[in-house]
């Protein structure tokens, strides 16, 4: 079915959408959902546009300028079937328009448009009034020779194909900022478009000079490519103590040292540890991680230093142990303050002689293995308690280095996230937009007391439960946690354009009291808010249920209730 449009939805109520603009005005920052925006100058963006396009072309320019709106594009789509998920496929693509009006980027004015999202036919011609890139040519740069209009061009391709389920390419037909009398742009699918594949290209990212640093990219893609072996995260971080940490990780790989890991769970021991062993020149023999606090003690020894048959009951094989597995590399000993006493003289038998017994066994056997301990417990305190051989200690003391929980280093909370985002996208087959602006802020201010583990738990739960092309939530990333509801000096902007201060339009214990005072009833409340969500809805059951945060269910049985009539129709 072909849905023309209809001049009214031009007027559609934008309550909703003006109701997400907050203003945190001890903080600096105004959101929009869960996106922080900003307010610019005109003449700013006109100088940044302008230097641009001085240093890399109009080509280049006009590329970024279209990725800058395809992006917004894409964020603005998934607010608004959030938003408005019991829209007709009109109302719901002329939020986009609304959206754009509402940012102040430009009037939309609708000539035609055809829209069949099962089919996928669409068709539209819009006129684009006031537009601000025309604004700043044509006071700041002076007349050009193509359409100027190019980050509202790249967004509306991006909130269109986002709702539409295909690529949808806009072009410019006319445009002021060129000389014409209006800008007019038409918009249908990609294969409708004899030049789609030429077009489509001003949507991926090109790199400006690649000549000249296609060498320096190479050589820091092979420092990364052992860091960064399997997925794993060893050097992705510019913070002071991690930098300083990674500095002696590097020199230790070199050499033959007894390496001792110090941190708190999670600061990702292992993965420093196998990033030594690849880096050594025990790499292509093999790599055993032992985490002791999970093996029974009684087993420990026969896990660790192999078995000899008949040595207990159940040895009916003899079998090697860890370390006669890791002969010729690294084993990797986690929590090695959980050792028992026998264990620790063993281990410092083969940390001092190079070589071990069997239980139950009396032949001695060679072994050339590195090893790599780690704990999260003072072992200078075990020594003290009597819990830790100290002469074990010394030996693995050696080379100890300290790793920073994450919450010492936040400034690496970007790169890190990258780097999840990417191994999750690929291993879930799926392309999120990245985290909120809400979500960032809520984990630069999280203590993280999981450490890194914990962040790339959160980071894949926020993977799975977020569709494509869509931001991941705070929601998403913690189940247990509610995002702050925001400071007391918050501010609205509402339909009308004023900005309410959040005394006029949230619950004060002032009014409760009033209300108490003047002896109004409980359902005498809910009747009028009732009536009142429903007049600004239009009768509309489902949009008045989310007005008043109830399920579309809830709030029909009290319609029904104040109706007094329970077969009343509410579809």
Same mark, same amino acid.
């Given at each position: 079915?072909?849905?023309?449009? &209809?001049?009214?939805? +031009?007027?559609?109520d934008?309550?909703?959408?003006?109701?997400?603009?907050?203003?945190?005005?001890?903080?600096?920052?105004?959101?929009?959902?869960?996106?922080?925006?900003?307010?610019?100058?005109?003449p700013?963006?006109?100088? @940044?546009?302008?230097?641009?396009v001085?240093?890399?072309?109009?080509?280049?320019?006009?590329?970024?300028?279209?990725?800058?709106?395809?992006?917004?594009g894409?964020?603005?789509?998934?607010?608004?079937?959030?938003?408005?998920?019991?829209?007709?496929?009109?109302?719901?693509?002329?939020?986009?328009?609304?959206?754009?009006?509402?940012?102040?980027?430009?009037?939309?004015?609708?000539i035609?448009?055809?829209?069949?999202?099962e089919?996928?036919?669409?068709?539209?011609?819009?006129?684009?009034?006031?537009?601000?890139? $025309?604004e700043? $040519?044509?006071? &700041?740069?002076?007349?050009i020779?193509?359409?100027?209009?190019?980050?509202?061009?790249?967004?509306?391709?991006?909130?269109t194909?986002?709702?539409?389920?295909?690529?949808?390419?806009?072009?410019?037909?006319?445009c002021?900022?060129?000389?014409?009398?209006?800008?007019?742009? $038409?918009?249908?699918?990609?294969?409708?478009?004899?030049?789609?594949? &030429? @077009?489509?290209?001003?949507?991926?990212?090109?790199?400006?000079?690649?000549?000249?640093?296609?060498?320096?990219?190479?050589?820091?893609?092979?420092?990364?490519?052992?860091?960064?072996?399997?997925?794993?995260?060893?050097?992705?971080?510019?913070?002071p103590?991690?930098?300083?940490?990674?500095?002696?990780?590097?020199?230790?790989?070199?050499?033959? $040292?007894?390496?001792?890991?110090?941190?708190?769970?999670?600061?990702?021991k292992?993965?420093? =540890?196998?990033s030594?062993?690849?880096?050594?020149?025990? =790499?292509?023999?093999?790599?055993?991680?032992?985490?002791?606090?999970?093996?029974?003690?009684?087993?420990?020894?026969?896990?660790?230093?192999?078995?000899?048959?008949?040595?207990?009951?159940?040895?009916?094989?003899?079998?090697?142990?860890?370390?006669?597995?890791?002969?010729g590399?690294?084993? @990797?000993l986690?929590?090695?303050?959980?050792?028992?006493?026998?264990?620790?003289?063993?281990?410092?038998?083969?940390?001092q002689e190079?070589?071990?017994?069997?239980?139950?066994?009396?032949?001695?056997?060679?072994?050339?293995?590195?090893?790599?301990?780690?704990?999260?417990?003072?072992?200078?305190?075990?020594?003290?308690?009597?819990?830790?051989?100290?002469?074990?200690?010394?030996?693995?003391?050696?080379?100890?280095?300290?790793?920073?929980?994450?919450?010492?280093?936040?400034?690496?909370?970007?790169?890190?996230?990258?780097?999840?985002? =990417?191994? @999750?996208?690929?291993?879930?087959?799926?392309?999120?937009?990245?985290?909120?602006?809400?979500?960032?802020?809520?984990?630069?201010?999280?203590?993280?007391p999981?450490?890194?583990?914990?962040?790339?738990?959160?980071?894949?739960r926020?993977?799975?439960?977020?569709?494509n092309?869509?931001?991941?939530?705070?929601?998403?990333?913690f189940?247990?946690?509610?995002?702050?509801?925001?400071?007391?000096?918050?501010?609205?902007?509402?339909?009308?354009g004023?900005?309410?201060?959040?005394?006029?339009?949230?619950?004060?214990?002032?009014?409760?009291?009033?209300?108490?005072?003047?002896?109004?009833?409980?359902?005498s409340?809910?009747?009028?808010?009732?009536?009142?969500a429903?007049?600004?809805?239009?009768?509309n059951?489902?949009?008045?249920?989310?007005?008043? +945060?109830?399920?579309?269910?809830?709030?029909?049985?009290?319609?029904?209730?104040?109706?007094?009539?329970?077969?009343?129709?509410?579809?």
């Amino acid at each position: 079915m072909t849905i023309e449009f &209809e001049p009214k939805l +031009n007027h559609v109520d934008i309550q909703d959408l003006t109701s997400l603009i907050q203003f945190e005005s001890t903080e600096g920052k105004i959101w929009f959902g869960e996106q922080r925006i900003l307010f610019m100058q005109l003449p700013a963006l006109a100088a @940044f546009r302008r230097e641009l396009v001085n240093s890399i072309g109009v080509e280049r320019a006009k590329g970024f300028f279209m990725r800058l709106g395809y992006q917004g594009g894409l964020r603005d789509a998934e607010m608004a079937r959030r938003l408005r998920p019991d829209c007709d496929d009109m109302a719901l693509f002329w939020t986009g328009p609304q959206l754009h009006s509402l940012r102040g980027m430009v009037k939309n004015r609708p000539i035609k448009i055809e829209i069949d999202k099962e089919s996928g036919h669409f068709y539209g011609e819009l006129e684009w009034v006031d537009s601000w890139e $025309v604004e700043i $040519v044509q006071t &700041e740069l002076g007349q050009i020779d193509e359409p100027a209009c190019w980050s509202l061009l790249g967004y509306a391709c991006a909130y269109t194909s986002a709702i539409m389920g295909r690529e949808i390419i806009f072009r410019e037909v006319s445009c002021r900022g060129c000389g014409d009398e209006r800008c007019l742009i $038409v918009g249908k699918p990609a294969n409708e478009w004899e030049d789609a594949g &030429e @077009f489509s290209r001003y949507f991926t990212a090109e790199p400006i000079i690649e000549e000249l640093y296609s060498l320096q990219s190479q050589v820091k893609s092979l420092r990364s490519s052992l860091a960064r072996h399997q997925g794993q995260y060893y050097g992705i971080g510019d913070s002071p103590d991690y930098k300083n940490a990674c500095k002696k990780i590097d020199k230790a790989a070199q050499s033959k $040292v007894s390496v001792l890991l110090l941190g708190e769970t999670g600061v990702g021991k292992e993965v420093i =540890a196998r990033s030594v062993h690849l880096r050594s020149d025990r =790499a292509e023999q093999a790599f055993i991680a032992v985490n002791c606090a999970a093996i029974p003690q009684e087993l420990i020894e026969a896990e660790l230093f192999g078995v000899e048959k008949g040595a207990f009951t159940g040895a009916n094989h003899s079998r090697p142990g860890r370390f006669e597995r890791a002969h010729g590399g690294t084993i @990797f000993l986690d929590e090695v303050v959980e050792l028992t006493p026998r264990a620790q003289a063993s281990l410092l038998r083969v940390l001092q002689e190079s070589e071990l017994e069997r239980v139950g066994g009396v032949n001695t056997r060679k072994v050339d293995v590195r090893v790599i301990a780690a704990t999260n417990e003072s072992l200078e305190q075990a020594v003290k308690d009597g819990k830790f051989r100290a002469d074990l200690f010394y030996r693995l003391n050696v080379f100890p280095v300290q790793i920073p929980p994450l919450r010492n280093r936040l400034d690496d909370l970007p790169l890190l996230v990258e780097h999840f985002l =990417a191994k @999750f996208h690929s291993d879930y087959s799926k392309r999120t937009l990245g985290l909120s602006d809400k979500s960032w802020r809520f984990i630069k201010n999280y203590s993280w007391p999981g450490n890194i583990r914990e962040l790339e738990n959160v980071i894949e739960r926020g993977v799975i439960l977020t569709d494509n092309h869509e931001t991941i939530s705070l929601e998403s990333l913690f189940a247990s946690v509610t995002p702050e509801s925001g400071n007391t000096d918050d501010t609205h902007v509402y339909s009308d354009g004023q900005v309410v201060k959040p005394s006029n339009i949230k619950t004060t214990e002032g009014w409760v009291d009033t209300l108490i005072n003047q002896q109004i009833g409980l359902d005498s409340i809910e009747e009028q808010l009732i009536n009142r969500a429903m007049a600004m809805t239009n009768d509309n059951v489902s949009a008045a249920a989310r007005l008043l +945060n109830l399920t579309r269910p809830a709030l029909a049985y009290r319609l029904k209730k104040l109706s007094g009539n329970d077969s009343t129709d509410l579809n």
